[in-house]
């Protein structure tokens, strides 16, 4: 007799239900550590537990990836790193106490490597991340609307921008391609013009970058593995 699964419980992760008068079909969606169903308010709970029987490989393979991507491999000596369009190299050294760039090499204390790492990322990424916030508001004919521009390390999003023009931009973005990191700077520079996702906020962004939706699937595909 096979075990009996609960549909409401997929690899341990609960599903949440968020149900909508406007919706039309029922979707699910996956992200690391969470699973939810999107349905229209009418569709039973009979049905939707079949549903999500029917799509339970398919979200537990997908979280087992998330799982993999974001467990722990640590820091090793030698390891290859990208940093806003160069290849850097780790040493980790136990005579360093601090975080020293020596040309293509990054030296690393052995101790709490990781955070070092962040630290000295953060600070390195401070001045190229103004640089190309400033360039995009030029652009945008906004600089008067520029705030301060900050490193962030938000748990949800890759960039930031707030009613005042303060901009912020994840510290991780270093290791996208240059690309990418060119079109988050675009896409929050762009909302000291639109605070918001209107069809005139799009229309900025494209006519500075026509392939922006390149960048913005490659953050899909690949953002995690940043």
């Given amino acids: ?24 079909t029922v979707g699910l969606q996956v992200r690391p550590g969470q ?20 799509r ?23 390891a290859r790193l990208p940093f806003l369009g160069e290849m850097l190299t ?14 293509p090499i990054l030296v690393l204390p052995s101790i709490n490597p990781e955070q070092a790492l962040e630290r000295w990322t953060r600070h390195a990424a401070a001045g190229p ?5 400033e360039d995009w508001a030029d652009a945008l004919g906004a600089r008067d609307r520029l705030g301060r521009v900050l490193v962030s390390g938000a748990r949800t999003r890759w960039g930031s921008c707030t009613q005042n023009g303060d901009i912020r931009l994840h510290w991780r973005l270093t290791r996208a391609p240059l690309e990418v990191l060119d079109y988050v700077a675009l896409h929050e520079a762009a909302h ?8 005139r906020y799009w229309a900025h962004v494209a006519r500075w970058m026509p392939d922006y939706p390149q960048a913005r699937r490659w953050l899909r595909e690949h953002g995690h593995d940043l």
């Fill in 192 to 199: 000291l013009l639109e605070l918001n996702h209107s069809a």
């Fill in 90 to 103: 780790l040493r980790i050294d136990p005579a360093h106490a601090r975080t020293i760039r020596q040309g």
């Fill in 129 to 133: 991340y103004r640089k190309r916030v």
């Fill in 56 to 78: 339970r490989s398919w979200a537990e393979a997908h979280l087992q990836r998330y799982a993999a991507r974001s467990a722990p491999r640590g820091l090793q000596d030698g």
């Fill in 35 to 54: 699973v939810t169903l999107y349905a229209p308010t009418g569709v039973s709970l009979q049905r939707l537990g079949l549903f999500l029987a029917e």
């Fill in 1 to 24: 007799m096979e075990p009996t699964h609960d549909p409401w419980l997929i690899s341990g992760v609960p599903v949440t239900l968020r149900r909508s008068a406007r919706r039309r």
